[in-house]
T-cell receptor, first 112, second 113 residues
Framework: QKEVEQDPGPLSVPEGAIVSLNCTYS??????FMWYRQYSRKGPELLMY????GNKEDGRFTAQVDKSSKYISLFIRDSQPSDSATYLC????????????FGTGTQLKVEL | KAGVTQTPRYLIKTRGQQVTLSCSPI?????VSWYQQTPGQGLQFLFE???????NKGNFPGRFSGRQFSNSRSEMNVSTLELGDSALYLC????????????FGPGTRLTVT
């Protein structure tokens, strides 16, 4: 079993929809949680960075972390065709340097 | 600030050859990490360097090695290339050893024939 599980999709939604992306993890030592967006043949782009449990909002994006359930989410409001990409969750322990453990990524397509 | 840069962007090598990839971190960032991305395994951590010292190592064979220079630029080397080494190699930089945000470069796409 992988340390971080993520539904690979693909997920197809109409423009303007609210998108919910999720990851579960098994390592309770994970303390830092990130969401990256990756367009085809590009490097991952950092979207959200959170520490421990709670919510964080940035524009149309909201990240939620529930450490008691070992579950993190990314919500995208008013989705746009330009949001079509692969979304990767990543996480890190407090004492493990900058080593990130990634989910497999969810492919999202926002259709007109 | 300029982002993380990686050179070359594309590379084609033959089995048995060796290859060196280069990464220049964001100015002021002292931590550089390397990852391998393949369709089957996703993104996997290779190693991390901070202040010219390897701080973390992933579960890859010894054919994969790296180093960091005093200006924080980093190189990774893969010797005796195998077909399975074909992948996108990504470099990420962070200002701190831990707790900082990591920013990725565009990657080097390596094809081994």
């Amino acid at each position: 079993q992988k340390e971080v599980e993520q539904d690979p999709g693909p997920l197809s939604v109409p423009e303007g929809a609210i998108v919910s992306l999720n990851c579960t993890y098994s390592n309770s030592a994970f303390q830092y949680f990130m969401w990256y967006r990756q367009y085809s043949r590009k490097g991952p782009e950092l979207l959200m960075y959170t520490y421990s449990s709670g919510n964080k909002e940035d524009g149309r994006f909201t990240a939620q972390v529930d450490k008691s359930s070992k579950y993190i989410s990314l919500f995208i409001r008013d989705s746009q065709p330009s949001d079509s990409a692969t979304y990767l969750c990543a996480m890190r322990t407090a004492g493990g340097g900058n080593k990130l453990t990634f989910g497999t990524g969810t492919q999202l397509k926002v259709e007109l | 600030k300029a982002g993380v840069t990686q050179t070359p962007r594309y590379l084609i090598k033959t089995r048995g050859q060796q290859v060196t990839l280069s990464c220049s971190p964001i100015s002021g960032h002292r931590s550089v990490s390397w990852y391998q991305q393949t369709p089957g395994q996703g993104l996997q951590f290779l190693f991390e360097y901070f202040s010219e010292t390897q701080r973390n190592k992933g579960n890859f064979p010894g054919r994969f090695s790296g180093r960091q220079f005093s200006n924080s630029r980093s190189e990774m080397n893969v010797s005796t290339l195998e077909l399975g080494d074909s992948a996108l190699y990504l470099c990420a930089s962070s200002p701190e050893l831990t707790g900082g945000e990591q920013y990725f470069g565009p990657g080097t796409r390596l094809t081994v024939t």
